[in-house]
């Protein structure tokens, strides 16, 4: 079992920036991908962000890319989403997940997921 816990959502006026973290427990945190993805009122889950278990692939959704950063730090076991330039549109609960192995952007793939961190961007 890995448990994750996100930290670090909130409001933020458009423009702005905020940055999320997940904090991973219970398996060896390194030998994970580890994702963002998010979900708005209504709509479905969609992916975001991930980060490969040593950091040298991370694939971003085109909507953040250049916008958001995805970082990770074995050490700690956490992973980070910096978030610039928060548009309206990026309001939404964000969640961390895990996999083992490779990364990828579909959500089913993933094993293990965080409780949800709300974003919440105003004009």
């Known amino acids: 079992q890995v448990q994750l816990v996100e930290s670090g959502g909130g409001l933020v006026q458009a423009g702005g920036s905020l940055r999320l973290s997940c904090a991973a427990s219970?398996?060896?945190?390194?030998?994970?991908?580890m994702g963002w993805f998010r979900q708005a009122p209504g709509k479905e889950r969609e992916f975001v962000a991930a980060?490969?278990?040593?950091?040298?692939?991370?694939p971003y959704a085109d909507s953040v890319k250049g916008r958001f950063t995805i970082s990770r730090d074995n050490a700690k076991n956490t992973v980070n989403l910096q978030m610039n330039s928060l548009k309206l549109a990026d309001t939404a609960v964000y969640y961390c997940?895990?996999?083992?192995?490779?990364?990828?952007?579909?959500?089913?793939?993933?094993?293990?997921w965080g409780q949800g961190a709300q974003v919440t961007v105003s004009s």
């Open positions: 219970g398996r060896t945190f390194s030998n994970y991908a």
């Open positions: 997940a895990a996999k083992r192995h490779h990364t990828t952007t579909r959500a089913i793939k993933y094993t293990y």
């Open positions: 980060i490969s278990q040593s950091g040298d692939d991370t």
